[in-house]
């Protein structure tokens, strides 16, 4: 089929260049040119395993291309994904669809055909009724179908995540639009992934609702470790022994220094407001929130507490910054709270993080980027594992510190902490 995605981010590379190599002809379009021709060269504006050899591969078999013509793209294609930014409102808690009911308005000027256009992005639920009153003022109903067909990518996992989906949602309100889904998304229903055909406003809802749930998931395992540090309990423990049970499940339990990313902060803040239009108080949710927000207070003190309330002039090294491993995000990482803070307390801080140097440090006074673990290390007091990057789970600190006093403070848990105590050195981590 002939697909278009609007906008290269995530979402509409990733998906794009996927969908380019399950056979579609795909064009990306977007409007900054130099990204267009950056993309056309190869460069890759995101950090993705694995993407740019798939853009590489698909642009040189003609089957995936960029433009910044909006226009000519739509009216070229059959099917139309709207893959712009739907980031959080300043000062509220709301999704901003501005780029979302702009694009809506430039497809309705290029429709010479039957299309269909889908939301992607994830966008508040009832954002397709919107969109298709925007549409209708230029194009007769008979002409298109508005869809919501929301993603799942996990960054750093994209492309798996989109190959083989747990499952596929679409949301339609025509039988037209969910034949030609069911089509276009038959090789992965082939290899296996789950296929749901739902009506718009569910599809649109289970986007928010999975993300909330998840985030939930993930903030109440963290709470759970706040009591295991009390108990003498380790919370690998509680993970493992409440994943067993197959109701619960064993992923996204894992404890740490709280959620962070482009999604789950934005994305409960945006069910909650949603919610609230339609006077539901969603209370689990944003008490979810505000555990999260208030995580790195929690860390901060028991940093205090580790490091018995001597900050200034300590030498601390901090291994990963950005909200997750393999990724290059820093967006709402907990570091952004962390590294300021302590920069404030007098401590020197050098960090090291597989993606390079973060523009967010800058500024930060006496916070130095290393070019390496073992520079990032060298003279520490103390050693904070912020990110669970491979490159870490194997270091010989020993070997990289003379420092009989150095501590570990492991925020991902991906030490054994006998092992580092057998080293001599003082470990703590996360609900341990
Ligand atoms: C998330 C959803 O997983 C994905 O389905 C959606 O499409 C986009 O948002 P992403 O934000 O890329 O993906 O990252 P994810 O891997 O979900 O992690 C989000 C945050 O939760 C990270 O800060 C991560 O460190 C944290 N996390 C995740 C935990 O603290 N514990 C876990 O067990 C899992």
Known sequence: ???????????GLVSGVCFSDLGNDVICVDKDINKINNLKK??????????????????????????????????????????????????????????????????????????????????????????????????????????????FLREGEAIRDFIYPDRVVVGSNDVKSRRILKNLYSPLVSKGAKYLSTNRRAAELIKYAANAFLATKITFINEIANLCEKTEIDVEDISIGIGLDKRIGSRFLRAGPAYGGSCFPKDTKAIVSTAEKFKTNLSIIKNVIKSNNNRS???????????????????????????????????????????????????????????????????????????????????????????????FKSINFKKFSKNKKLIIYDMRNIFSPSKIKKLGLKYFGIGR
């Open 1 to 11: 089929m002939k697909l278009c995605m609007i906008g290269t981010g995530y979402v």
């Open 42 to 151: 190869g460069i890759i504006p995101i950090y993705e395993p694995g993407l740019e050899e798939l853009v590489l591969k698909n642009y040189k078999n003609k089957r995936l291309n960029f433009s910044t013509n909006l226009k000519e793209s739509v009216l070229k294609s059959d099917i139309i994904f709207i893959c712009v930014g739907t980031p959080t409102k300043k000062n509220s808690n709301s999704a901003d669809l501005t780029q979302v009911f702009s694009a809506g308005k430039e497809i309705s000027k290029s429709i010479n055909k039957y299309k269909i256009i889908i939301t992607k992005s994830t966008v508040p639920l009832t954002t397709g009724d919107e969109l298709e009153k925007i549409i209708a003022k230029k194009v007769k109903k008979k002409n298109f179908s508005v869809v919501s067909n929301p993603e």
């Open 297 to 391: 207070d929690l860390l901060l003190k028991r940093l205090a507490y580790i490091m018995r309330n001597k900050v200034k002039n300590k030498n601390i090294s901090f291994l990963g910054v950005t909200f997750k491993a393999n990724t290059d995000d820093m967006r709402d990482s907990s570091s952004l709270k962390l590294i300021p803070y302590l920069s404030r307390k007098g401590a020197k801080i050098k960090y090291y993080d597989p993606t390079g140097f973060k523009k967010e440090f800058k500024n930060v006074k006496n916070v130095k980027f290393s070019n390496s673990i073992q520079e990032s290390i060298k003279g520490s007091d103390l050693i904070i594992i912020h990110t669970e990057w491979n490159d």
